[in-house]
C-alpha cells in the first residue's frame, strides 16, 4: 500500500513535469502490459472498443492474447491506444461496465486506460530491455512480494543513474514510501544528497532528489541545496529551496539564506538566493524583504513569490511606479 506524507503530497502539488506520472499508472493499474492495437470498433456514438495484441504481460493479463480496451473519444482528456505502436499500458479493470453495456464475454477481458499522463510510453524493440518495462516489472515485482530491501536498492540505483525517462519517476516514487527510504543504507543517502547537490544539468531530476533528501531530513540537506542557487539558472529550482528550507527549518529558512545573501557578490547568485527567501513563505523573509529597495527587479521578483498580502500589495505597488 502506498504511503504519501504530508510533505510529499505538499511538494507533488508545486512540482512541474506533469507527464512523468507513470510510476501512479503503474500503482493504480490492474494490468500492465506491452501491446499494440490490432483494430477498432465503434460500438455507439460515444465509445469504441480497441483490440489490443499483447506482446509481454507485465503483471494481471497472464494467459491473455487479446484485451479490449473501452475508450470514450469524446472526453478530450482521456488517454487512448495508439495505432500501429507498441506501448506499455496502464489498465483498470472494465468489466462491470462491459457487463452493462451487454458486451460479449468472449472478447474480454474489457479494460480503459488510467488516467495518468505519462502511463502509455512507447516500448522499444527490444521489450526486455527497455528502461519502461523494467521499472513496470520492478514495481509489480515489489507488489508482488520481493523484498522491500532489494526493491529500495533498485530504485536507489535508478535514482542515480542515466536513464533520463526514469530516474525522477524512481526518485519521487522513493519520496512517496517511508517504508522503502527506510531500507536505504548510509552510503545510498550520502550518494543521494551528493548527486542533489552537484547535479546541474536536469533540473527536474535535481528538484526530486532534493526534495527526497528533504523528506528523509538528511542534516545538511539545505545547506547543500543552497549551493546550487545562482550556478542552477532556473527559477523552480529555487522554489523547490526556499520550500524546502521552509519545511526543514521554518523561520530560521530565512535567516540562513539572508546570511548567504549578504556573501553573495555575483548579481545571478543574489537574484536566485533573493527568489528562494521570498519561496520561504516565513515572516522572517517578509520584514527582510521589506526592508530593502522595492525598486530592485530581483527584490519584487521575490516579493510577488511571497504569499502573504503585505507582500503582494509591496510587489503591486513597485510595479504601478
Not at 465503434?42 to 509481454?56: E, F, S, T
Not at 468472449?106 to 527497455?130: H, S
Not at 548567504?260 to 519561496?279: C, F, N, S, T
Request: proline content about 5%.
Amino acid at each position: 500500500m502506498r504511503t504519501f506524507s504530508f510533505v510529499a503530497t505538499a511538494l507533488a502539488a508545486t512540482a512541474f513535469l506533469p507527464g512523468q506520472n507513470l510510476r501512479q499508472g503503474l500503482v493504480d493499474a490492474h494490468a500492465v502490459v506491452v501491446a499494440r492495437q490490432l483494430g477498432k470498433t465503434p460500438h455507439d456514438d460515444d465509445l469504441v472498443l480497441h483490440r489490443l495484441q499483447v506482446l509481454h504481460d507485465v503483471r494481471g493479463a497472464a494467459g491473455n492474447a487479446t484485451v479490449t480496451v473501452l475508450d470514450w473519444p469524446k472526453l478530450a482528456l482521456h488517454q487512448r491506444p495508439t495505432p500501429r505502436q507498441s506501448r506499455l499500458y496502464c489498465l483498470q479493470d472494465a468489466s462491470a461496465t462491459a457487463t452493462r453495456l451487454g458486451l460479449p464475454a468472449a472478447n474480454g477481458p474489457y479494460f480503459k486506460m488510467v488516467g495518468w499522463a505519462g502511463a502509455n510510453p512507447l516500448v522499444g524493440a527490444e521489450i526486455g530491455n527497455d528502461a519502461h518495462v523494467r521499472f513496470a516489472a520492478l514495481l509489480a515485482a515489489a507488489e508482488a512480494g520481493a523484498a522491500p530491501a532489494d526493491t529500495a536498492g533498485s530504485l536507489c540505483a535508478l535514482a542515480l543513474g542515466q536513464e533520463s525517462a526514469l530516474r525522477v519517476e524512481a526518485t519521487k516514487f522513493l519520496t512517496e514510501r517511508p517504508d522503502l527510504r527506510s531500507k536505504l543504507g548510509e552510503l545510498q543517502w550520502s550518494q543521494l544528497l551528493s548527486r542533489a547537490s552537484g547535479e546541474m544539468e536536469d533540473v527536474p531530476h535535481k528538484i526530486a532528489l532534493a526534495e527526497l533528501c528533504a523528506e528523509q531530513k538528511l542534516d545538511g540537506t539545505f545547506e547543500a541545496l543552497v549551493v546550487g542557487l545562482g550556478p542552477v539558472a532556473d527559477p523552480e529550482y529555487a522554489r523547490a529551496v526556499g520550500r524546502i528550507g521552509r519545511m526543514l527549518h521554518g523561520e530560521d529558512a530565512a535567516n540562513r539564506l539572508g546570511t548567504r545573501l549578504h556573501q553573495a557578490g555575483d548579481p545571478k547568485d543574489r537574484a536566485a538566493l533573493l527568489l528562494a527567501l521570498g519561496a520561504t513563505n516565513t515572516t522572517t523573509a517578509l520584514d527582510a524583504l521589506l526592508r530593502m529597495d522595492k525598486k530592485d527587479a530581483a527584490v519584487a521578483a521575490a516579493l510577488r513569490e511571497h504569499r502573504s498580502p503585505k507582500a503582494q500589495e509591496a510587489a503591486g505597488s513597485k510595479a504601478k511606479k
